[in-house]
């Protein structure tokens, strides 16, 4: 054997080793990662016809490893919008849980507002909503961001859009909104509900009894001028 050529062995050896540690530090660096749940696509919800009710739908959604929803749980019920939320959430689609980069099932909180007609906060419903109740876990699940303050939004002046908004709201640890990304919506109604969740209140995530930085999908629906 040539000395070159035990030099190009010895020295592809040595590339070798070196990503191999390259891997080891990157998997210990990765160790114990978790990505919280997330919605990944959505469509409008539809105002139920022949009311004029406005509130705020809360559900948890119980997604398996993959992001399906296999069970939609009522959290806070607003007949007769409970319905209607709860029917369009199931189609939507949604990012499951990972951790160490494997797909884990896990629970999304998403809250639905029925938004009353009121441009500028000038009208009827400009007021707080109530928080849905607390939902708790057994210590080591993971359980989503949960909001301790909310408002309605503005309907924007001078706009005859209507239709749903749907927000996936990231909360860090200190539960300060840290993003808001637009899933599905239109302008100027996705700025008019970007803004009034910024101004809401949180309480963080939390797993294994700790606060994480977590996700939670919010909607407006925003309907006409019905007077």
């Avoid at 050896?13 to 998997?27: D, I, P």
């Avoid at 749940?37 to 919800?45: E, F, I, L, Q």
């Avoid at 002046?157 to 919506?185: E, W």
């Avoid at 309480?203 to 939670?216: C, E, R, S, W």
């Amino acid at each position: 054997m040539t000395k070159a050529r035990r030099i190009g062995i010895l020295a592809g050896m040595g590339l070798l080793s070196n990503l191999a540690s390259g891997t080891r530090a990157w998997e210990q660096a990765n160790a114990g990662k978790f990505a919280p749940p997330d919605v990944a696509s959505a469509t409008d919800v539809a105002y139920p016809v022949n009311t004029t009710t406005t509130g705020m739908v809360s559900l948890l959604l119980s997604l398996d490893n993959g992001g399906k929803v296999q069970n939609v749980q009522v959290v806070a019920d607003t007949p007769p919008l409970t319905a209607a939320a709860r029917a369009s959430v199931q189609n939507w689609t949604f990012h499951a849980a990972r951790e160490n980069g494997n797909g884990i099932g896990t629970n999304l909180p998403v809250s639905v507002v029925f938004n009353p007609y009121n441009p500028g906060g000038t009208s009827r419903g400009s007021g707080a909503l109530t928080p849905p109740p607390v939902v708790t876990g057994n210590g080591r699940d993971y359980v989503g961001p949960q909001i301790r303050l909310a408002s309605y939004a503005f309907y924007p002046i001078n706009s005859v859009v209507n239709g749903t908004v749907v927000l996936s709201v990231g909360v860090d640890a200190s539960g300060h909104v840290s993003h808001v990304k637009v899933v599905h919506g239109m302008q100027p109604l996705n700025d008019a509900a970007v803004t009034a969740v910024k101004q809401w209140g949180f309480q963080p995530a939390t797993q294994g009894g700790h606060t994480v930085a977590g996700k939670i999908c919010i909607a407006f629906v925003f309907q006409r001028n019905l007077n």
